[in-house]
């Protein structure tokens, strides 16, 4: 990976990296809101809000949370797409509306403008894909430096989504009903499927490592139910279980969810699973009855049991792969 490279030109940012992933996978993590959330802002930074209207003269609108909970909100306008090739848009410190707001707003200095052009080009280069970045506008001296610095700890951060080392992400907006979760598996998609749907393997994943956990029933097909029994270390017992609404291989499934500790909670979840040149991005949509609903399963510690969900899931693949 090439390190970022500054002109000479005053007040014009240059950046190139080589990244060992396909263009085609390089540009998917530039446009889709969920890979975006994965890198965006520099390292301890989290992206809890991502919104992308894809099309020249569309809008987008991030927002990046410092480690002390501060929200940083930025928006701008689509102005070129060209698929896997080239992505021109504006940048601009906004608020939480997209508003854009002077950058003082966010302690920055006066002659900082109030809005920046940022070009971003693919290029296929050796089985990897060169990535290059330039940023017209921000300020020489010190504060280019700044700017060097932060886009740099993002596409470290890209590097490791593309490589597969970042693990499983969560995405939850304040205010929304929904919990999105995405993770890119080392896996071709008709084999994550088939871990997904077959009843032998699922105990084999699904849920924390000190669980056990066995499929009492499991009819994968639209109005098929499912159901599935777990015990903890201390012999309790827990039943889950809802209904397939749609089964499409090796693409989608779309089923409700209900924990029969707590009835009348029921969720809806949708599993996408996208190639990418032989690896595989699942992400998964569940849909709460309310806010309430969705809060409190992120308040019970959901997201610790989703992580080692899926690093279980990734070893059964990983281990499936070489058989």
Known sequence: MEEAV?????????????FAASREL??????????????????????????????????????????????????GVYREIVPMER?????????????????????????????LLATVTFEE??????MTLREAGIPAGETLDMAEAG?????DKLAEVLGGAAKTHLTAEPGKQEIVITRIFDAPRDLVFKAYTDPERVPRWW??????????????????????????AGGNDYAFHGVYHEVAPPGRLIYTFEFEG????????????EDLNGRTMVTDRTIFQSVEDRD???????????????????DLLKELSRG
């Open 6 to 18: 500054l002109t000479e030109e005053r007040g014009r940012l240059f950046i190139q990296r080589i």
């Open 26 to 75: 390089v540009w998917k993590a530039w446009i889709d809101p969920e890979l975006i959330a994965q890198w965006w802002g520099p390292r301890g930074f989290t992206a809890p809000v991502i919104r992308v209207e894809l099309r020249e003269g569309g809008r987008y609108l991030f927002n990046m949370r410092s480690p002390e909970g501060q929200d940083f909100w930025s928006t």
């Open 87 to 115: 992505l021109v848009f504006t940048d601009s410190f906004s608020d939480a509306e997209g508003n854009v707001v002077p950058a003082s707003t966010y302690g920055m200095s006066g002659d900082w403008p109030r809005e």
């Open 125 to 130: 280069h050796g089985g990897g894909t060169k």
């Open 151 to 155: 886009w740099n700890e993002s596409l």
């Open 207 to 232: 849920g924390p490592r000190s669980y056990t956990t066995t499929v009492d029933t499991m009819d994968v097909r639209p109005g098929g139910i499912w159901r599935y029994l777990q015990r903890d």
């Open 262 to 273: 707590v009835p009348g909670h029921v969720t809806l979840e949708t599993v996408t699973l």
């Open 296 to 314: 409190g399963m992120l308040a019970s510690g959901m997201e610790e049991g989703m992580n080692e969900t899926m690093d279980r899931f990734a």
